[in-house]
């Protein structure tokens, strides 16, 4: 189910730029950071602050085109053209991986689905009483300019007329043909837009939002932002200087990490509020700013102050999305041994084109110094796997599953009917968008290749995990239970094994509920004795500006602890703090 008004921008993409050394450190570094291009789009961005349109609610309008809802210096982020409700941040990917050998909790993937369906259908209420309340007031503006000279008494009849007439219009609320086409097509356009960022209508919300203003002082000024604190010195009040209430700039960010880092000793306390309160794409600006600012690059300065876990963590949050996960992949693959959890959660839980962006850069991550060809990652891939679970990573690799057509979705979305007449709410109709016939030859298909037959044909298990797309192959999995009375997954424990098993559960329950695979993921980097602390940063730091509510919401269904208090006991110090600050208390 689409949730309306997400942050998503289109264009923009990752420049170029030399890559230092970096000192080794424990954590993941990140890839050293080079120049970044177009912080304003890209597949994998969540919460862009870039120039937003206004305007009003035109009836009949075409839709607000997907790729330009903005926040930043226009109206709220987020909202779609014409209204005025915030968005829930939305993201790029999701996805959900059972425990080793353990199966998903179905019942907790359909609790999560049915309070996705419940959200949709509040927002969309939210929206259809916007559209009244604007249709009303339109009418008044008209009445009263035909009308300036007419009596009170007169006006008071005619509203009373006009609220009897949409009390007997019906159920819609008297929502006319063309605000029901308009609320459809934003809907659809929502709809499109959540398919190329998740693969999925599934609302999804980060923990890490940009700072559009700062914040305004309190009662109490000591309890106030510390950028807006610090800027309350003596010699910004003689400049004129007052930043509460001010749009984000990268030069006041820029001078407070200055002076957390200059001199002796550092201030992380006013690292971690800076990293943890800005969206990546105001990460990549401010990095700018610095070395704009102080001819100082402002990687290397957190390098030389900070160390281990917390360094790593920072490190990462510094770099561009598709560079984090391009480096990942390397580290995987180029550490000793072969990382292939690393490996299956990335690579089958992105979307078609954040794989493109991160096979974009993947050559220059890995060899910096010299070109390589654009398939740099399929021949890593190769090199350093094998067998049936090697195909199935170059098959991810391509980025290549098959999408959802808009001709598709224009056919699934249909009215909700109450008493045979439509409310003006809309919702996917999942047989209408799957092809029915496919799945049921897709069912038979795997059947055929695994229960019903002496070994398993891993190939075809490949061919349909790795191109079909979400919706078509929940379809056929649905078929298949019916054709042979075991879940899918069931199935796939039985007639495959190790990490290509691995890989097709993988993609099994990130397609059913992402956020409750990664939610099993950080379980699994923080149960038992020790911590896999490179795969917990890379999931919190990855998930932060994409799910984490719903990984939270997971997390605690799952546990019945919060991800903020497991962390508090199984990090410490300042690493400690940053990753709780991160994901939030509440």
């Known amino acids: 189910m689409a949730y309306y008004g997400s942050n998503y921008t289109g264009g923009g993409g990752y420049g170029g730029g030399g890559?230092?050394?970096?000192?080794?450190?424990?954590?993941?570094?990140?890839?050293?950071?080079?120049?970044?291009?177009?912080?304003?789009?890209?597949?994998?961005?969540?919460?862009?602050?870039?120039?937003?349109?206004?305007?009003?609610?035109?009836?009949?309008?075409?839709?607000?085109?997907?790729?330009?809802?903005?926040?930043?210096?226009?109206?709220?982020?987020?909202?779609?053209?014409?209204?005025?409700?915030?968005?829930?941040?939305?993201?790029?990917?999701?996805?959900?991986?059972?425990?080793?050998?353990?199966?998903?909790?179905?019942?907790?993937?359909?609790?999560?689905?049915?309070?996705?369906?419940?959200?949709?259908?509040?927002?969309?209420?939210?929206?259809?009483?916007?559209?009244?309340?604007?249709?009303?007031?339109?009418?008044?503006?008209?009445?009263?300019?035909?009308?300036?000279?007419?009596?009170?008494?007169?006006?008071?009849?005619?509203?009373?007329?006009?609220?009897?007439?949409?009390?007997?219009?019906?159920?819609?609320?008297?929502?006319?043909?063309?605000?029901?086409?308009?609320?459809?097509?934003?809907?659809?356009?929502?709809?499109?837009?959540?398919?190329?960022?998740?693969?999925?209508?599934?609302?999804?919300?980060?923990?890490?939002?940009?700072?559009?203003?700062?914040?305004?002082?309190?009662?109490?000024?000591?309890?106030?932002?510390p950028v807006v604190l610090y800027h309350m010195t003596d010699e910004d009040q003689a400049e004129g200087i007052k930043i509460s209430g001010e749009d984000w700039k990268a030069d006041y960010d820029a001078r407070y990490l200055r002076w957390a880092m200059k001199g002796l000793g550092t201030n992380e306390d006013a690292i971690i509020h800076v990293v943890s309160t800005r969206s990546n794409a105001q990460r990549q600006t401010l990095k700018k700013q610095f070395k704009t600012a102080y001819g100082r690059d402002l990687i290397e300065d957190l390098n030389s102050e900070l160390s281990g876990n917390f360094r790593g963590t920072v490190r990462g949050l510094f770099v561009p999305p598709a560079k984090y996960d391009a480096w990942s992949v390397k580290e995987a693959i180029y550490g000793p041994g072969t990382d292939e959890r690393s490996l299956i959660e990335i690579l089958m839980t992105r979307t078609n084109a954040q794989i493109q962006e991160m096979r974009e850069c993947y050559a220059d991550v890995v060899s910096p110094h010299r070109k390589e060809t654009d398939n740099k990652i399929e021949q890593d891939i190769r090199d350093d796997t094998s067998g049936d679970f090697k195909r199935l990573l170059i098959s991810a690799a391509q980025g290549g599953r098959s999408e959802i057509t808009d001709e598709r979705l224009e056919n699934a979305i249909v009215e909700i009917e109450r008493d045979g007449e439509g409310i003006g709410l809309f919702t996917v109709d999942f047989q209408k968008l799957a092809n029915m016939d496919q799945?049921?030859?897709?069912?038979?298909?795997?059947?055929?290749?695994?229960?019903?037959?002496?070994?398993?044909?891993?190939?075809?298990?490949?061919?349909?995990?790795?191109?079909?797309?979400?919706?078509?192959?929940?379809?056929?999995?649905?078929?298949?239970?019916?054709?042979?009375?075991?879940?899918?997954?069931?199935?796939?424990?039985?007639?495959?094994?190790?990490?290509?098993?691995?890989?097709?559960?993988?993609?099994?329950?990130?397609?059913?509920?992402?956020?409750?695979?990664?939610?099993?993921?950080?379980?699994?980097?923080?149960?038992?004795?020790?911590?896999?602390?490179?795969?917990?940063?890379r999931i919190i730091v990855s998930r932060s500006e994409i799910d984490m509510v719903q990984i939270k919401e997971c997390f605690l269904k799952k546990t019945n602890k919060t991800l903020w208090r497991w962390i508090k006991e199984d990090c410490s110090g300042d690493y400690k703090k940053l990753l709780q600050a991160i994901v939030g208390k509440n």
């Not at 980060?206 to 009662?219: C, F, S």
């Not at 891993?458 to 999995?477: G, K, M």
């Open 439 to 537: 799945a049921k030859r897709d069912a038979k298909k795997l059947f055929k290749a695994g229960e019903d037959k002496w070994g398993t044909d891993e190939e075809t298990f490949i061919r349909i995990f790795a191109t079909r797309d979400p919706y078509q192959l929940r379809a056929t999995w649905d078929e298949y239970v019916k054709l042979t009375q075991r879940d899918v997954l069931n199935s796939i424990d039985r007639e495959t094994s190790g990490s290509f098993k691995k890989g097709l559960y993988t993609i099994v329950a990130s397609i059913r509920c992402r956020p409750m695979f990664f939610a099993d993921r950080l379980v699994d980097c923080m149960k038992g004795l020790g911590t896999n602390d490179d795969d917990l940063i």
């Open 19 to 225: 890559y230092g050394g970096f000192p080794p450190s424990s954590g993941p570094p990140p890839p050293p950071g080079g120049g970044f291009g177009g912080y304003g789009g890209g597949a994998y961005n969540v919460n862009s602050y870039g120039g937003a349109y206004g305007g009003g609610y035109s009836v009949g309008s075409a839709p607000p085109p997907g790729g330009q809802h903005g926040g930043y210096g226009g109206y709220h982020s987020g909202a779609v053209a014409g209204f005025t409700v915030p968005a829930v941040q939305q993201c790029s990917y999701q996805g959900a991986m059972p425990q080793q050998q353990q199966m998903p909790q179905t019942v907790n993937y359909d609790s999560y689905n049915n309070l996705m369906l419940q959200q949709q259908m509040q927002m969309q209420q939210m929206f259809q009483e916007q559209a009244k309340a604007h249709k009303k007031k339109k009418r008044k503006q008209r009445r009263k300019k035909r009308q300036q000279e007419e009596d009170d008494e007169e006006e008071e009849e005619e509203e009373e007329e006009e609220e009897e007439e949409e009390e007997e219009s019906g159920s819609s609320g008297g929502l006319t043909d063309e605000i029901k086409a308009h609320l459809k097509n934003v809907y659809k356009v929502e709809c499109s837009k959540r398919l190329k960022l998740s693969g999925t209508f599934d609302i999804t919300s980060g923990t890490v939002q940009p700072l559009l203003k700062y914040p305004d002082l309190p009662e109490k000024p000591e309890e106030g932002d």
